[in-house]
């Protein structure tokens, strides 16, 4: 189960419309201030340049309340599901700026963006053939102490248990997926561009899985944060019924191609998939 949901949401959602008022303030002071002057060159010319402006301002309170209330529902409204890339490009770097007011923190702003684009892509409920899912991994879950380099070929390890990957490489094997370890975000385009997926399963930490759903927008990313007991980027975890969870709930049968594979079966029901912020830390 996810912790701390509602708070994660109650956040984003104040955020969000705290941006949204901000920038609407701007842009009405920015009509506001040459207002004055504008009549001076042409008496329409204040009006023509407020119409733009209250367009503007109408467009963003769009936006926002569109947003906002999709958050809250966990359902698309007023046409929210046309604008995950909005919220990831615009939005987001504004909330950002915006959070330092209240001094909150970059990673509670990231984990709640996550939290909330995880819903908003699980609620477009749209089911995936698994040759059109790519599930892409950190090298970080990888041990430190493995002899063998996985960034090219993910096959190169030799499944002996030490770490995630050989899960990993077992569940992407039954349900027929596709799966790769990127070093950074150069590497993680490159593999997204050479396997093309529609769906992006992306085990990461808030500050990857952040840039990597603005970067590879359109696509849809689904986040699962990686669990770090020695710090960050070093012999990190990941919770493998998450990402089966998340697995089953987007394929189109939802089901193991593979009858023999038994290791994680039953741990992540049919339906909504398992939480991408639960699990420790």
Excluded at 144 to 159: A, F, G, Q
Excluded at 267 to 276: D, I, Q, R, T, V
Aim: include cysteine; charge should be positive; aromatic fraction near 8%.
């Amino acid at each position: 189960m996810e912790r701390n949901e509602p708070s994660r949401k109650r956040l984003f959602i104040g955020l969000l419309c705290g941006t949204g008022l901000a920038v609407c303030a701007v842009l009405a002071l920015v009509w506001i201030v040459p207002y004055i002057g504008l009549a001076n060159i042409h008496p329409l010319v204040p009006w023509v340049l407020g119409a733009f402006f209250a367009a503007a301002i109408l467009l963003v309170l769009w936006a926002t309340l569109g947003l906002a209330i999709s958050v809250a529902l966990a359902r698309p409204f007023l046409g929210s599901d046309h604008l995950r890339g909005v919220m990831a490009k615009v939005f987001l770097p504004l909330m950002t700026i915006f959070a330092r007011l209240f001094r909150l923190s970059k990673s509670r702003v990231r984990g709640s963006f996550i939290k909330v684009n995880n819903e908003m892509v699980a609620a477009e409920n749209r089911r995936y053939d698994p040759s059109q899912i790519l599930v892409l991994l950190p090298h970080c879950l990888q041990s430190s102490r493995c002899l063998h380099r996985l960034t090219y070929d993910i096959n190169n390890c030799k499944r002996c248990g030490q770490c995630p990957v050989d899960g990993l490489i077992s569940l992407s094997e039954a349900y027929g997926v596709h799966i790769a370890i990127a070093t950074g975000g150069t590497i993680a385009r490159r593999i997204v561009v050479q396997k093309r997926p529609r769906l992006i399963l992306a085990v990461a930490c808030e500050r990857d899985l952040t840039s990597g759903i603005q970067d590879t927008y359109p696509i849809p990313v689904y986040g699962v944060l990686n669990e770090r007991p020695n710090g960050p980027c070093l012999d990190t975890r990941v919770a493998l019924p998450h990402l089966e969870g998340a697995l089953r709930f987007f394929l189109v049968n939802g089901e193991a191609q593979n009858p023999l594979f038994d290791r994680f079966a039953g741990l992540a029901p049919l339906g909504k998939p398992a939480s991408a912020l639960g699990g420790p830390r």
